[in-house]
């Protein structure tokens, strides 16, 4: 089967308090799309890149450059929540991605992606039959928060990982997940793509991801981003 990544970038990045779209922040001398973009394109197992941004981005065109655009299609399809974008963009590709083809679900908010956490998705995935995520195990101790702020009790965190990109799923299976969430009103409660593939009653692999691929958010991720990118 191919690897096809597939990237949402139609977010608007109201959280970090800018106006220019946070994927289009630079991060280490280059937009965080532009770090995911070229690590794609870089990577001899992925087939091909799919963007995904809003119908009126003004800033895409630019940051392709000609050898980028050679691997990489730009798909103006970008929804109203995270989850439709990766739903129309899939439905674009349908003529080019065959059923069990992989699709790799990558957030533009993560420029840290390197070929290593790549390899080592494809690796333990290549022959699974549901598919999984990168993922971190928590370390923080966490806190369930009762009325008022105060601390009602200390939630466990053996067993608990935090989530990652890229999600790797077959074309045909998270297609149809994604469809019967938003079938069933519950495209809202979803955040990533594994929870999609949850509510079908199956199970997601954990693969171990790293802190370098962080999820910029906030104003100082971007700093955190930078040092991993630099060292
Ligand atoms: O805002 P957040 O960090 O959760 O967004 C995660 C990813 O989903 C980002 O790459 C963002 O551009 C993308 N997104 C999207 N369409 C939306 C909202 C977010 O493609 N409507």
Redesign the pocket.
């Known amino acids: 089967p191919q690897h096809f990544a597939l990237i949402?970038?139609?977010?608007v990045g109201a959280r970090m308090g800018v106006h220019i779209p946070k994927?289009y922040m630079a991060v280490a001398g280059k937009p965080m799309l532009r770090h995911a973009l070229d690590t794609f394109a870089a990577h001899a197992r992925i087939t091909r890149t799919f963007v995904?941004v809003s119908a009126g981005d003004a800033w895409i065109d630019e940051l392709l450059t000609p050898e980028l655009a050679q691997r990489t299609t730009v798909l103006r399809v970008?929804?109203?929540?995270?989850q439709?974008?990766v739903f129309n963009g899939l439905n674009e590709i349908r003529s080019m991605a065959g059923d069990a083809d992989w699709v790799l679900v990558h957030?533009?908010?993560r420029p840290g992606l390197n070929a290593e956490l790549i390899d080592r998705l494809l690796d333990t995935l290549e022959n699974d039959d549901v598919g999984g995520l990168l993922a971190l195990p928590v370390v923080d101790t966490l806190k369930r928060e009762s009325a008022g702020g105060r601390s009602q009790e200390t939630v466990p965190r053996a067993g608990l990982w935090a989530a990652q990109t890229p999600q790797m799923f077959r074309y045909a299976l998270l297609q149809r997940a994604l469809r019967q969430a938003a079938e069933q009103g519950r495209i809202g409660a979803i955040t990533d793509d594994a929870s999609a593939i949850e509510m079908l009653g199956l199970r997601p692999r954990l693969v171990e991801g790293s802190p370098r691929n962080l999820?910029v958010?906030l104003a100082q991720d971007a700093a955190l981003a930078e040092f991993f990118l630099k060292g």
């Open positions: 949402p970038a139609a977010g994927q995904v970008g929804g109203a929540t995270r439709e974008s957030d533009a908010a999820k958010t």
